[in-house]
């Protein structure tokens, strides 16, 4: 069995620090409208400046700044009123010595101004003069037409996921499709003799239906991935050996959600090292200990624990930054957290990261304890708290930081 | 012009306790794998409880508990192997008094046994002969055929959009499709003489592409809406009354992305007034003081500052809500937050509520300043903090709450 050696227990953040297959997704282009939250495989650079021409950020006149100095409520500036520009057109005039043109926010600079006096500052004392109160420096009441990007400027950077207001910069700049990496494929395989379809109407006693495939891919669709759900495989090496074999070809990740018997987590290690080598088995993480991490043919493969939630708290913990890394995003968009009271003593044991499932309501966070085997925790929990490897538990009454579920 | 009186200026506060437009969109059903985010219109009920069997907890040996009472190490029971349960399958033994049956983590309770006692306190001493050498107390190491979920119990509320652990247990539950609301059709209308279409390759002089759009649909998907931009309307009230008389009837919100100028806002208004009753115009906020709420028959209508930063910051603190709440979500999920440091001094005029767009590095929050016409601040902001109405600004160095753009 090839890797047997490699077949060590590791902590979450050796493992954060440790495990990062090489494997990227293909770069695709996609139109703008599709590219929210997808990561640019380059930075994207601005084709030419922004906004383009010398534009106006007030309303007002267009003005010779040097026309303007010295004026002030007791002594204005008169100037000739020589026209006026209009909204996204070229200014038919110029400004004169002496004279001003009436400017829209927005609005092209016309040749001969060098600043823009805001209308507060003004009055058309008689039909065709302005009278100005305010000197204006040049350059003021306007952007350069380079100021807000230059020309090869980037636009965003890349291995960002795009955030709505970057598709807006893109826009503006004329940018309607972006170079992403394709979305992560990952494949979901779930193990054990007992479980069935969700969609099996009755059960046989015994029979538990899939849980957890449908949780983790709503935990891949979150972090940018397309979920897979490659079905059951009954508790038999051979035949997750041979699942394996063959979604491996069309995967970037496959996760594989175990058995929960013991039998069933040695099946999962026995068919991993027989196609690949497994970089650690064990996890220093409650709940979650029985996972492992390894590479089969250049792809990534999670072995989860058999109980759906530990399984969920170990994908969230170390499946999610891999899913983004897959995608060339090596810091993943920050998820929501609050900080909140403890409602009661949490105990832990050093040496060991304890992911604890919490509610959340006006500012205390109380832990939900109780079997781990019961399902209804997933719902009951509005997010988890982490008491750190060094840490022997945590008192009733401290802040803590809860990363609450989306 | 109907609804004149109701030109008011409004707080944030007053805006999001008091315009609650009543509007919310039909049920549909959709299959648990589309599911994720939506809002179920209904709490979803077990229809049987769960896990529906006795099951073990633990790896080990179901027993009668009085047959291991005072076991211990140095005088254990001794119980007659009876046989196996096998996962996913009904027992085929019972277990007598003074025998036990192997049981795997998650089979059925054999019919005679009320515990389970973990394997770790077993031997098996002679072949079919195990040695307990710790009580286990009746109902130990199993959780009963209803513990996890009753029948008729809640499974996931009503109005919660479902995160990806509730997609678990609904699937745990065999419920394979939710009735959900239909996600908000948000039609995003774009006004101004100078605005063209991101697609356009060369601008004239003057004109600008349109950015709003583009960032407003992002910020619509997020919030589990449809973006629908329906285009581009010149600065005339009535190409703008036409256009909202077209998209009304197909809309569940209407969000008018206004030209810049001074006349293009007033424009907005007029024909907004034209077709309903306008409920603000004027938000106590900065950027987004000319913003404009109406309900045009009974469709909510958002009229938003033509500047793109500050059409962003008022649709994220009051469009965004409404997105939600017409899904049926009265507290939409949480964003994102850090607190950060903030790296100078923020000026702000009490009565308003100021919105400051910050990058955060290493824990420090950095206001971006600069002209507001700027676009590029949109993708160099990593969120914004808030500078709430009674506050006349805040010190560098002081600790901030920075929500997180994602």
């Known amino acids: 069995m090839r890797g047997r050696e490699f077949f060590t227990a590791r902590t979450v953040s050796e493992t954060l620090a440790g495990f990062r297959p090489a494997r990227r997704t293909a770069v695709e282009s996609v139109p703008l409208a599709a590219a929210l939250h997808r990561v640019p495989a380059a930075e994207v650079r601005a084709p030419d400046p922004l906004p383009g021409f010398v534009r106006s950020t007030v309303d007002g006149f267009a003005v010779r700044a040097a026309d303007t100095y010295g004026a002030s409520e007791g002594l204005p500036s008169y100037l000739d009123l020589a026209g006026a520009v209009r909204m996204g057109a070229a200014p038919t005039v110029a400004v004169p010595p002496g004279g001003c043109v009436a400017m829209p926010t927005g609005g092209v600079l016309p040749d001969g101004a060098d600043a823009v006096v805001m209308v507060e ?18 350059g003021g009441g306007l952007v350069r037409a380079d100021e807000d990007v230059a020309a090869g400027a980037a636009l965003v950077p890349a291995g960002r996921p795009l955030r709505a207001p970057d598709l807006g910069l893109l826009a503006a700049a004329g940018v309607t499709a972006v170079a992403v990496h394709a979305r992560p494929r990952v494949t979901i395989v779930s193990t054990g003799d007992e479980v069935v379809p969700p969609c099996t109407a009755e059960l046989a006693p015994g029979q538990v239906r899939d849980a957890t495939a449908s949780a983790l891919a709503g935990l891949v669709a979150d972090a940018g991935g397309e979920p897979v759900v490659a079905g059951i495989v009954p508790d038999d090496p051979g035949a997750l050996e041979a699942t394996l074999r063959e979604v491996l070809p069309t995967a970037d990740l496959v996760v594989v959600s175990a058995g929960s018997s013991v039998g069933a987590r040695d099946e999962t290690a026995g068919a991993v090292a027989a196609l690949g080598d497994i970089w650690c088995h064990g996890l220093a993480i409650k709940p979650g200990k029985p996972t492992l ?4 043919a250049g792809i990534p493969v999670v072995g989860l624990p058999g109980n759906p939630l530990s399984a969920l708290v170990v994908f969230r913990l170390v499946g999610v930054p891999l899913v983004w890394r897959l995608a060339g995003c090596e810091v993943p968009p920050p998820e929501p957290t609050t900080r909140a009271r403890l409602s009661r003593d949490v105990p832990s044991a050093g040496g060991r990261l304890d992911v604890v499932q919490v509610s959340v309501r006006d500012g205390v966070a109380a832990p939900l304890f109780g079997p781990s085997a019961l399902l209804s925790v997933l719902t009951r929990a509005d997010g988890h708290l982490i008491v750190p490897e060094p840490a022997t538990g945590l008192d009733a009454g401290c802040e803590v930081e809860v990363t609450l579920y989306r």
Chains 1, 2 share one sequence.
């Open 121 to 138: 500052y003004t009055a058309e004392t008689m039909p065709g003069t302005i009278e100005v109160t305010r000197p204006v420096a040049p």
């Open 293 to 296: 991490l390894a590479e089969c």
